[in-house]
C-alpha cells in the first residue's frame, strides 16, 4: 500500500509537469491615448513624471526622458482595467524595456529579469498566481520557495534554454527547456526528496 501511494504521487507530479503555465502578454504601450501632460520635472530631456490620459483612465510615468521618450531608469503604471493597474520598473531605451525590469500584469503573474527589445529575454524569474502583489511585498527568494514559477534563460518571451520550474509543494523540475516546453535532458524531484533523471521532447517525456 506504501508503494502504491508513492506511485500515484509521482503519477500525479509526472502529470502537473506536463502542464506548464503559459505567460501573459507584457504589453506596456498606452493604449487609445487621449493626451498627455508632464505633472513634474523635465518630461523632454531630464527626469519628469508624465501622464497619459487613455478611454479607461491615467497611465503614468516617472523616470528619464530623452527627446520627450522613455529612456534610461523610470517607472510605469499602466490602466488595463478601469480598476487593474499593469506595473513596471527598470530599464528603457527609447521608449523599448532593455536591461533588467520587474512586470507586474496587474492581475496574477510577476517577471523579475532581463529584457531585450521590450521583450523578456536573458535571465529571469516568471511567477503565477499572485493575488494583490505590489513592488517590494515580498522577497524574489521568498517567492521561489512559495509560489508557481519559473527561473532561468528566456529568448523572446518564451521559456528556452536551461532553467528550473518550481511548485509551490516542493516538486521541481531542473533542466532544458525550447519554446515553453521541456525538451532535452532535466531532473524531476519530488517532495519526498527523491529525484529521476528524465529525457523530454518538445513537451513529451520520452523516458
Given at each position: 500500500m506504501y508503494m502504491l501511494s508513492i506511485m500515484m504521487k509521482q503519477l500525479i507530479a509526472l502529470v502537473s509537469l506536463a502542464l506548464l503555465s503559459t505567460l501573459s502578454v507584457a504589453q506596456m504601450?498606452?493604449?487609445?491615448?487621449?493626451?498627455?501632460?508632464?505633472?513634474?520635472?523635465?518630461?523632454?530631456?531630464?527626469?519628469?513624471?508624465?501622464?497619459?490620459?487613455?478611454?479607461?483612465?491615467?497611465?503614468r510615468y516617472e523616470g528619464n526622458f530623452t527627446d520627450g521618450i522613455f529612456d534610461g531608469y523610470g517607472k510605469y503604471e499602466k490602466m488595463i482595467t478601469r480598476s487593474d493597474r499593469a506595473y513596471y520598473d527598470g530599464n528603457w531605451d527609447m521608449g523599448i524595456r532593455q536591461g533588467r525590469?520587474?512586470?507586474?500584469?496587474?492581475?496574477?503573474?510577476?517577471?523579475?529579469?532581463?529584457?531585450?527589445?521590450?521583450?523578456?529575454?536573458?535571465?529571469?524569474?516568471?511567477?503565477?498566481?499572485?493575488?494583490?502583489?505590489?513592488?517590494?511585498?515580498?522577497?524574489?527568494?521568498?517567492?521561489?520557495?512559495?509560489?508557481?514559477?519559473?527561473?532561468?534563460?528566456?529568448?523572446?518571451?518564451?521559456?528556452?534554454?536551461?532553467?528550473?520550474?518550481?511548485?509551490?509543494?516542493?516538486?521541481?523540475?531542473?533542466?532544458?527547456?525550447?519554446?515553453?516546453?521541456?525538451?532535452?535532458?532535466?531532473?524531476?524531484?519530488y517532495p519526498t526528496g527523491t529525484w529521476r533523471e528524465q529525457l523530454w521532447e518538445h513537451g513529451r517525456l520520452i523516458r
Open positions: 504601450a498606452p493604449e487609445n491615448e487621449i493626451s498627455r501632460e508632464c505633472v513634474y520635472g523635465d518630461c523632454q530631456n531630464g527626469f519628469g513624471t508624465l501622464e497619459i490620459r487613455t478611454e479607461i483612465g491615467i497611465d525590469g520587474t512586470y507586474w500584469d496587474g492581475q496574477s503573474d510577476l517577471y523579475i529579469g532581463q529584457w531585450q527589445d521590450d521583450m523578456r529575454h536573458g535571465r529571469g524569474s516568471y511567477f503565477f498566481g499572485l493575488e494583490n502583489w505590489y513592488p517590494n511585498k515580498h522577497s524574489e527568494h521568498w517567492l521561489r520557495e512559495n509560489v508557481e514559477n519559473y527561473s532561468g534563460e528566456f529568448v523572446e518571451d518564451l521559456y528556452q534554454g536551461e532553467g528550473t520550474y518550481r511548485w509551490p509543494n516542493g516538486q521541481r523540475f531542473e533542466g532544458e527547456f525550447f519554446a515553453n516546453e521541456k525538451h532535452g535532458l532535466g531532473v524531476f524531484y
